[in-house]
């Protein structure tokens, strides 16, 4: 379906996903290790990563469990975005994924209210839900565990693959030019290098409650050079914001991430430059 180049896009906070309170983490039998499908958990601006613990979560104190505006869905290869809020200032963020063994501890630099918080998705995981666990705190105590739904769609991996996630009701386009300047987006969903966008979603405000998209050249078969990543708010849908996360995965270089929110009307937002990236 044919759409006019337009502007950027993301997560609407009324159409967010609320984290809800929960439990502390239980596991409810062997279903591997965290780190076989989350691979790495660290601030919204990459600069601080999360230290890996095997075995169960510590167990989650009486204080409220923290809130978030989230990206319900992801891809194998790509990124989840979690904006977490306390109402208390906390420094400890500890994730988890019900049923696996294995947690993440994030230290924050400076006590905040909130947070912004990015778990990478392994490359090989499969098609699943993951009954994702968060919860806050200091030092010296912890608050309650919140429980969040996270769909992770299958799609194509390669020497070269982009993806986007957002949360809200929102049409938001991925478009990738390789190094021969051929542009790869929903109007031109193939290259003649070999890229494909094998994952659309809220196209035209058609809801299909993906909020994912997906451009790969297969293994073996990316071409060598710049690759420009542009992120376009094609329509805000009537959601009031949008947030997202783009991961760029390239073979032989560690995954690129870059968030960002979209708020207002897509008129009033213009096209986000991601970057470029050499391959």
Aim: proline share 5%.
């Amino acid at each position: 379906m044919a759409r006019p180049p337009l502007i950027r896009s993301l997560a609407a906070i009324a159409a967010g996903v609320a984290i809800s309170a929960c439990e502390a983490p239980a596991l409810l039998g062997p279903q591997g290790a965290l780190s076989e499908v989350v691979t790495q958990v660290s601030t919204g601006n990459g600069t601080t990563a999360a230290t890996y613990h095997d075995g169960v979560a510590p167990t989650g104190g009486s204080g409220a469990a923290p809130t978030a505006l989230a990206t319900g869905s992801t891809v194998n290869g790509g990124s989840a975005l979690l904006a977490l809020s306390a109402t208390s200032a906390f420094t400890t963020v500890v994730v988890g994924v019900q049923g696996m063994d294995g947690y993440y501890q994030l230290t924050l630099p400076a006590g905040a209210t909130a947070a912004d918080v990015v778990l990478g998705i392994a490359s090989e995981a499969s098609a699943a839900s993951l009954p994702v666990q968060v919860a806050v705190g200091n030092a010296s105590a912890l608050s309650g565990y919140a429980a969040h739904d996270l769909k992770v769609h299958h799609v194509g991996t390669g020497d070269v693959q982009v993806s986007v996630s957002w949360s809200g009701a929102s049409d938001v386009d991925l478009r990738v030019m390789d190094p021969a300047g051929d542009l790869v987006y929903f109007d031109n969903p193939t290259s003649a290098s070999g890229g494909a966008l094998d994952l659309d979603s809220n196209a035209g405000c058609t809801m299909d409650n993906v909020n994912s998209e997906n451009i790969v050249w297969p293994a073996g078969h990316a071409p060598h050079g710049d690759f420009k990543v542009t992120l376009v708010y094609h329509d805000d849908c009537g959601a009031p914001r949008s947030d997202y996360v783009v991961t760029v995965a390239m073979a032989g270089h560690a995954p690129a991430v870059t968030t960002g929110s979209f708020v207002g009307s897509w008129e009033n937002n213009a096209d986000v430059a991601i970057g470029t990236f050499t391959y």
